[in-house]
């Protein structure tokens, strides 16, 4: 059984700019979550998305170029 808020599907926010990483971290939550993945790869789309609709959960590489 996958896991579920009451809205729906479980909305993340993935923030990486490594695609094989991104890929394997969104296999890993594919697993046990239903969820929608939003993947951005650079502060400006991460600004834009966090401020366009709700997430449940943010997720973030925390070596990404530029950002601290």
């Known amino acids: 059984m996958k896991v579920r808020n009451d809205r729906g599907p479980i909305r993340i926010l993935h923030l990486e ?9 969104q296999a890993q939550l594919a697993v046990s979550l239903d ?21 449940d959960l943010i997720i973030s590489d925390n070596t990404l170029k530029g950002m601290d």
Request: charged share 45%; net charge negative; with cysteine.
């Open 17 to 25: 700019d490594d695609r094989k990483d991104a890929e394997l971290v």
């Open 35 to 55: 969820c929608e993945i939003v993947l951005v790869d650079d502060e400006k789309t991460f600004r834009g998305e966090i401020g366009s609709q709700p997430f």
